[in-house]
């Protein structure tokens, strides 16, 4: 069955540490690949998406993503976190097309002063 | 600025009530998505309409309708509210073939 797995529920990182998300799909072809923000309270936000080409893809708020074929991931990347980026991440895949979207359970991001 | 806007952030109803969750966007946006949210579950996706009176069920139809009858309008009704369907609705839209672009901030229903 398709599926995606973020396989941390929660990660808690220092302000100015690195950060890597995990993001795990299976489907047997290449699908098209999002990442999500939620802030407390609100609605989604999309960070940046992949959907053919260069496998390092640029996205808002300085986060990019890596896209490998052979490991099926997609794994969320930021050099140095700030407070505010605090959140929970989504990690989405299409599988036949850019609407219909499978969703990740979600990665909830704490940054410690 | 663009905005997805649901009528309500919480809404506390009966079982067995019928339920309207209204969602307008000012974006002319052609695509039009329901979500639930549910902890541990991520977002699970109930209907999503490409274009005025036309819908597609997404993976959680089942107990819900939806209508279009505007392009910026899009309704998610529960026909016969249970207490299962107590749960975070986010309403999103999108330009045509794109994925959920923006979202609403939500609206918490509870079935009692």
């Known amino acids: 069955a398709q599926s995606v797995t973020q396989p941390d529920i929660h990660i808690t990182v220092s302000e100015g540490a690195s950060l890597e998300l995990r993001c795990n799909y299976s489907?047997?072809?290449?699908?098209?690949l999002f990442w999500y923000v939620q802030s407390p309270g609100q609605g989604l936000q999309l960070l940046l998406k992949?959907?053919?080409?260069?496998?390092l893809v640029q996205g808002i708020k300085g986060f990019e993503a890596e896209f490998k074929r052979s490991q099926s991931s997609f794994n969320l990347r930021k050099p140095s976190v700030h407070w505010s980026d605090a959140a929970e991440y989504f990690c989405?895949?299409?599988?036949?097309?850019?609407?219909?979207?499978?969703f990740g359970q979600g990665t909830r991001l704490t940054i410690n002063p | 600025d663009v905005k997805v806007t649901q009528s309500s952030r919480y809404l506390v109803k009966r079982t067995g009530e019928k339920v309207f969750l209204e969602c307008v966007q000012d974006?002319?946006?052609?695509?039009m998505f329901w979500y639930r949210q549910d902890p541990g579950l991520g977002l699970r996706l109930i209907y999503f309409s490409y274009d005025v009176k036309m819908k597609e069920k997404g993976d959680i139809p089942e107990g819900y309708s939806v209508s279009r009858e505007k392009k910026e309008r899009f309704s998610l009704i529960l026909e016969s509210a249970s207490t299962n369907q107590t749960s975070m609705y986010l309403c999103?839209?999108?330009?045509?073939?794109?994925?959920?672009?923006?979202f609403g901030d939500g609206t918490r229903l509870s079935i009692l």
């Open positions: 489907y047997g072809a290449t699908p098209y």
């Open positions: 974006m002319d946006h052609e695509n």
């Open positions: 992949y959907f053919s080409g260069d496998t």
């Open positions: 999103a839209s999108s330009a045509q073939a794109g994925p959920p672009q923006h």
């Open positions: 989405a895949v299409g599988m036949q097309g850019a609407q219909k979207l499978v």
